[in-house]
């Protein structure tokens, strides 16, 4: 045989693609070639597969050796390839049988001792190889629970190239190496952050209990001091699970930022809570070299929270317009388009003025109306527009607090509860239409004929529509928080009050 074949997959943001990896042994000096749309990184693979082939007491013997990726169209970064480089010319040199190598699709990054290095984006690369009818995938052992959690393949883990080699029937001996392994993640801590924490702020809490069943976004303005960090890191907790698909998306892209996975799928949504520092990288991905997602992303599927939005850098926030509009964050490079998955429900919370104090009961504001306007025009357009809830969050007093104490709370998982069941009523109304929750209907399909509403019942949006109060857009926002409130209230369509009370989630500024 002086061929070998083999399979790898190629990432290029959450999309997988199978790259078919052939080495070919030729006559000529001796040589080692690796074409087919290289990155740097990747073209590195050469020394490496070398090193690690020696090292690992299978050395290539000195001969021409060229190693073609293809589809050649196909961008290919990073290191994933080496473990399938290094199989692919071992099959040509029959050092390994190559019918065992051309069956199984390899995912890993030689070290220059032979051992095997765990790589980023293994549950990713491994859910493409099984839907491109993959029955086998070898991985580093470090990346092998994570594989794992893909159904219907059968993972092999080898801890170095002889191990590899090994498997693939060469006539060496087993000579075991330590694998190479990553810290595991700490499991998440959102225990302790429970709804019942909030005390006071009743109409924050609501607020809260209404975008979690809608999926609104949600912006809250108020001093520091006021809660608003406090009652946005405690929306995920009113979520429902994830469900298998949504897992597996969140547990993905945490694979691609580089995070350990381990063998147990994410079922809670994510939080994000990025810095107001932060590039736009950070916050919708890219980078240079591999591309990573952003915080946008990371949050798909569950908040993503700008605290002191108004901080943001303008081109930053602007770059959320996108994934808002799509619940996709694209990256444009040369030679390839990355997607990733952003989804994410946005809050937003933003002081008064650019000291905090304007409004508050207690506080001096030394700002003049003129920054006053500019602060809070900074989340206008793109942002503010697509807001369904709007909230002004006061700092309690002690008189309030007191009495609150005294008063019945609404725990995480009461609020869960009632999460669930308006959601519930929800997709049994959107069933066969491809929304699932109220904020993503579009206004012409809540004003159509079968789902407008009484008139008596929109008099108090109609009349702010006609004194400019409220924007077209604005009316279809305050409806379907209407519909959200009656979702909550166990009833089939929004009343008056109902509606009474969404215009008041959306005046509130
Ligand atoms: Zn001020």
């Given amino acids: 045989m002086s061929i070998g074949r083999t399979r790898a997959v190629s990432l290029v943001g959450l999309d997988g693609a199978v790259v078919e990896v052939e080495a070919d042994l ?33 050395a290539l013997p000195a001969r021409k050796l ?96 002889r191990d590899a080699a090994v498997w693939h029937g060469a006539a060496l001996t087993l000579d075991p190496v ?5 810290p595991r993640p700490a499991p998440r801590d959102d225990g302790g952050a429970d709804l019942a924490d909030v005390i006071g702020n009743a109409d924050a809490v609501e607020a809260l209990v209404v975008a979690a069943a809608g999926g609104h976004h949600l912006l809250m303005v108020g001093p520091p001091g006021a809660g608003k960090s406090m009652l946005a890191a405690r929306l995920p907790g009113l979520l429902p699970d994830l469900d298998v698909d949504a897992a597996l998306e969140v547990s993905s892209v945490r694979s691609l930022s580089g995070e350990a996975v381990g063998g147990r799928l994410e079922t809670r949504p994510p939080f994000e809570a990025p810095h107001h520092t932060c590039s736009a990288a950070a916050l919708v991905g890219g980078g240079s070299g591999v591309l990573r997602p952003g915080a946008a992303s990371r949050a798909s599927r569950g908040v993503l929270f700008l605290d002191e939005a108004p901080e943001f850098a303008q081109t930053v926030l602007d770059c959320l317009r996108q994934p808002l509009e799509s619940g ?98 929800a997709g049994a109304r959107l069933a066969g239409t491809p929304w699932r929750l109220s904020a993503e209907v579009p206004g012409t399909w809540l004003r159509s004929s079968e789902r407008r509403l009484a008139v008596t019942d929109t008099v108090p949006v109609d009349r702010a529509l006609e004194t400019g109060a409220l924007t077209m857009r604005g009316y279809d926002r305050v409806l379907r928080v209407a519909w959200t409130l009656a979702d909550l209230d166990g009833v089939d369509r929004p009343e008056r009050s109902h509606v009474a009370r969404a215009l008041g989630l959306r005046r509130s500024l």
């Fill in 328 to 425: 996709e964050a694209v990256i444009h490079r040369s030679r390839a388009v990355a997607r990733f998955p952003a989804r994410f429900q946005l809050v937003a919370a933003a002081n008064p003025c650019p000291c905090g104090q304007y409004g508050a009961r207690d506080g001096d504001c030394t700002c003049s109306p003129h920054q006053r306007r500019r602060y809070l025009a900074k989340l206008s357009g793109p942002l503010v527009d697509r807001i369904d809830i709007q909230l002004r969050v006061a700092r309690i007093s002690s008189a309030q607090f007191r009495l609150a104490e005294s008063s019945e709370v609404l725990t995480t998982s009461a609020a869960r509860a009632r999460v669930e069941e308006a959601r519930r009523r």
């Fill in 26 to 58: 030729g006559a000529g000096l001796p040589a080692f070639m690796i074409i087919g749309l290289p990155d740097a990184s990747l073209g590195e693979a050469r020394d490496r597969v070398r090193a690690a082939a020696s090292n690992a007491g299978c």
């Fill in 66 to 161: 060229t190693v073609n990726l293809s589809p050649a169209s196909l961008p290919k970064h990073g290191s994933s390839f080496d473990l399938a480089i290094a199989m692919a010319s071992l099959a040509a040199y029959d050092l390994v049988s190559p019918s065992s190598v051309e069956g199984v699709v390899h995912i890993g990054e030689l070290g220059l001792d032979g051992r095997l290095r765990p790589v980023d984006g293994v549950l990713p690369a491994v859910l493409a190889a099984r839907r491109a009818g993959a029955g086998v995938v070898m991985v580093p052992t470090d990346n092998a629970d994570e594989a794992s959690l893909v159904p219907g393949i059968r993972v092999v883990a080898a801890a170095g190239l």
């Fill in 178 to 182: 330590e694998p190479i392994m990553r």
